[in-house]
């Protein structure tokens, strides 16, 4: 190394000077240097590092693109999990989330808001070790994401190294933002696939997680993808040396070297946020990127902990959406629709427009009053929105510009799919078809049977399901035990090999517990939640079967409705068929162990509460949680001082300090473990 160290000395005063051009260039807007100079200096680090590849580093502005393209992306899970925020859609839903975090604290009176700008783009989670970024994640499920940190090295408002004093010595720092295309880059690449002849992307957002899910590196790099920082997690160190409030969070993410949205603002009000929005509802539109609402955060970090989260968000934030667009368009078609419970969803088939950054070509009407109320016909010109900026709806009729040959829509008499009589009972707005022989509704049970929440059956996607119905192979759920593989060769795009996998992925599924099955099953109104305090009441399908309906309604969380349902369900004779047949091919219809009441005192964790934080050795927290279910216990997301018990593994956040402080016992896996076998 001594015989290199002219070498080494300028490896690194190379790149210090091109980490300072690029975030003078991407972050400040800036430029401290020509193109051609920049280049230069490139190519000189690029031959010294070819030439002593000892001294190549990760965090080396060489390494923003990847060499060869990436093969797959491996599914990790968060070091802390990406909550999805709460919406509000209007000034008096954001009160109304203002008014319920207040009463989880009542002694709070003034407190400071931080009003930042809803970025429509992809989620990332960048981790950095030692000052160096080591990993880039996808939101995914908000759980397990996919480790894309190749292509994440190649935008360049994401710093290789922290720009930070002492970064080295922050140990593990965790940077949440948004990765975006900006407008005129999203048009660009657009007028270059139109050329190619190639499908252009619906709206910067979807062409933002397309980029960075391609396998090649360089590509995404072409696409020049930008990024807003605007969370950070540090990991070993007293917050209060870093930062205690989200203001300050994001003053120290701009000092590590990040972009963060400059139109952010410290509120002192409610009523500074909503001047905010108000503010920016229309100054929007002339912004170079994309923005769907406003987030609002609780600035001090100390509330944020002490409110924690619900079972799907955070309560110290929420974000504040702006209507939905709306645009006008031409119906060129009503189509109707089979589900799986043999409910008629009517569909208009419109001319395709723009709508809230997507393209929108079919809304739902929903059911045949709203067709009436609507008064909708084909051929008419209607106005589209997006409810919760998710499903298309048609929100009225421009009945001027009617043709005049148009003809009122009417329900069919009969199933579309299957040719039987449809009917409407007596207090419903639905439709149905009520033959269990019908394609469209054998069709959508099996889907919902092989779902990921009831059997998993890997393999088994929508189009392979069709073809299993339509050539007669299938006419029952209990029909996919009797496949062989010899069957399935005989269809598109399926192998020997394919067909014997799908055929172990069918027989593994017999391996499902109970509350799965029930699930699968797709009684109406009976989700996997509601399935799982069906099975814990009733460990055998015979006692579910044999049991009253007023029994049934007095569970906590079922009720009336759902009691009604699986009452009747059982009364069908079809469906004790199915049963019959299940239990012949080893479903599992009764619990593996035993389940009794938590008030018959024989379960070990009965009447206690566990929180469950970080990565555990060997379970992961799906697997702990039915443990600590199936012992009688209760599993919450928050701690508080009806916590009985932390259960603790490697990276635990927040939850671990307000266990300590309140004094909650901690358990790790081993003690855990040892705890159910005493």
Partial sequence: MIQIQPELNRVEELRQLLQQASYAYYVLDAPIMEDAVYDQLYRELHQLETQYPELLTPDSPTQRVGEKPATHFTSVRHNIPLYSLENAFNLDELQTWDQRWRRQVPKIDAVEYVAELKIDGSALALTYENGILVRGVTRGDGVMGEDITQNVRTIRSIPLRLNFVGAESLGKVEVRGEAFLPLDVFKQINEERQKAGEQLFANPRNAAAGTLRQLDSRIVARRRLD???????????????????????????????FRVNSQHKLCGSLAEVAEYYKYWDTERLNLPYMTDGVVVKLNPFKLQEQLGFTQKFPRWAVALKYPAEEAPTRVENIAVNVGRTGALTPLAEMRPVQLAGTTVARATLHNSDRIVQLDIRIGDTVIVRKAGEIIPEVVRVLKELRP???????????????????????????????????????????????????????????????QLVDRGLVHSIADLYDLTAEALCGLERMGQKSAQKLIDAIAQSKNQPWSRVLYGLGIRHVGSVNAQLLTQKYPTVEQLAAAKQSDIAGIYGIGAEIAQSVYQWFRIRANQVLIERLQAAGLQLAATEKTTDVSDGNQKLADKTFVITGTLPNLTRDEAKDLIQKAGGKVTNSVSKKTDYLLVGEDAGSKLEKAQTLGITQLSEAQFLEMLED
């Fill in 227 to 257: 990024f807003f920082a605007y969370t950070l997690h540090i990991s070993g160190m007293d917050d209060a040396s870093v930062a205690n409030t989200q203001w300050e969070a994001l003053e120290l993410l701009e000092q590590m070297g």
């Fill in 404 to 466: 005049a040959d148009a003809q009122p829509f009417e329900m069919p008499t009969h199933c579309p799919v299957c040719g039987q009589l449809v009917v409407r009972e007596s207090g419903e707005a639905v439709t149905r078809c009520v033959n269990a022989s019908c394609p469209a509704i054998l069709k959508g049970e099996i889907e919902h049977w092989v779902s990921r929440d009831a059997l998993d059956i890997k393999g088994m996607g929508e189009k392979l399901v069709h």
